[in-house]
């Protein structure tokens, strides 16, 4: 009798929980890889377009022209995003990057750089603000599992805010070099603008090992429209955007150069103290998952973001800079609990399918909202250095936490 011969073993195949976990480290990946870059030039930008011969005033323009052209990129990805490759998108967004950053490098006068900020990807903000967000996010949604989806949205998040420390730190690399080396401020300053194209082709390396297609929507599907979810959606999205509105007064770009303006920093100390509340905000993402599973993600949000609110209304009381310093470091250890949780709680209050749709109308208002408000702190600190941006800013957030609690008690049992 012929010996039974052993069958043999097939590849082993991995698991769709195994790509769905490769799949979120890549997005983590590429986010740190942007908010890194985002760190340096967001305290850069300021000193780059002062060394150039613009005002405090034309400043805030640009300032709100690379909000108000994120604002209106992303409403357009946003509603056809769902009909096409989703890996693709992201890799046009990155492209846009190095462009972005590339145009910065190149142009020194006003209106060339506000068509680059216009149609670009640059960000003011420590935070994100770009076509990036919503598609990361409802893709991320869709490859978290529900019970896991608020501590995955705070890792995106604390990736995303120690890689900005991080970048906010490097921000001091033009005057080391500038004093070491035959180079001006100037060329270092534009070479920095460089490096900033070369992350978003280093994010675009990155973006290319996502799947192909969206795991729950074909590229050929049509966008799904908001219908069971429009009345929750739209009045967070209206929420959303008083609150970004608030945040545009104080975008990190606005912030240093009120640094600058009151106690005459150095671009390094700036770029220190950026770096410690970034790591502060970053730590405290994971904290607020914590708090999150215990309270709910309603009450993390407002409980944390208003004494965050009255912190941020002190510092322009601060009588020195040690004070400040304090202020705005306490603040940092509070103000950004809410950034996983709310994304979340969108996540959590939505039906599955429309997602996508959510993530982009609850992010475009908020693009759009925070364009308008650097132009006014641009002009504010253009006349006083008192710091009234701050202080407006402070006040305009506590009205959106108080509203927020009073119209989603209701849900505060969502986790």
């Known amino acids: 009798m012929l010996a039974k011969i052993p069958a043999i073993a097939a590849p082993r195949v991995p698991s769709r929980a195994r790509a769905r976990r490769r799949a979120l480290r890549t997005l983590l990946t590429a986010r740190g890889l942007r908010a890194f870059a985002d760190g340096f030039v967001s305290l850069l930008l300021p000193v780059y377009l002062l060394e150039i011969g613009l005002s405090p005033f034309e400043v805030g323009v640009l300032a709100t022209a690379t909000l108000l052209g994120s604002g209106v990129l992303t409403l357009v990805v946003g509603r056809h995003a769902a009909r096409y490759d989703e890996r693709r998108l992201l890799l046009a967004a990155a492209a846009l990057m190095a462009a972005t950053g590339a145009g910065f490098a190149a142009f020194t006068q006003f209106w060339p750089l506000f068509v680059v900020a216009i149609v670009g990807t640059l960000n003011p903000s420590s935070g994100d603000a770009s076509v990036f967000l919503p598609l990361e996010h409802a893709l991320l949604a869709r490859l978290a599992p529900g019970r896991l989806r608020t501590r995955w949205f705070a890792r995106y998040s604390l990736v995303g805010s120690l890689a900005a420390a991080v970048g906010a ?58 219908r069971d979810a429009r009345r929750i959606v739209y009045v967070l999205a209206g929420l959303f955007s008083l609150d970004a509105f608030a945040g545009g007064f104080i975008v990190q770009s606005l912030l240093a150069l009120w640094l600058f303006q009151r106690f005459e920093l150095s671009t390094v100390t700036t770029a220190t103290i950026f770096f410690w509340t970034g790591v502060l905000s970053a730590f405290s993402y994971l904290v607020a998952a914590r708090i999150a599973a215990r309270i709910g993600l309603v009450y993390t949000m407002v409980f944390t973001h208003l004494p965050s609110s009255v912190l941020l209304m002190l510092v322009p009381f601060a009588p020195d800079l040690a004070t400040a310093i304090v202020l705005l470091l306490a603040r940092s250890a509070l103000s950004q609990m809410d950034v996983p949780t709310r994304s979340s709680f969108v996540m959590a209050v939505v039906p599955a399918h429309e997602r996508a749709a959510a993530a ?15 132009l006014v702190a641009g002009y504010l600190l253009g006349v006083t250095t008192f710091g009234w941006p701050l202080l407006v800013a402070g006040a305009l957030k506590i009205v959106y936490d108080l509203l927020f609690l009073a119209l989603f008690r209701r849900h505060a049992s969502t986790r």
């Open 360 to 374: 982009s109308v609850t992010s475009v208002p908020r693009s759009l909202a925070a364009a308008t408000s650097p």
């Open 169 to 226: 730190f490097f921000a001091g690399t033009p005057d080391v070099i500038a004093h070491a080396a035959p180079v001006s401020l100037r060329g270092a300053l534009q070479a920095m603008f460089g490096l900033y194209a070369a992350f978003g082709v280093a994010s675009a390396l990155a973006y290319r090992h996502l799947p192909r297609a969206s795991p729950a929507v074909a590229p050929s599907t049509a966008a799904p429209p908001l």
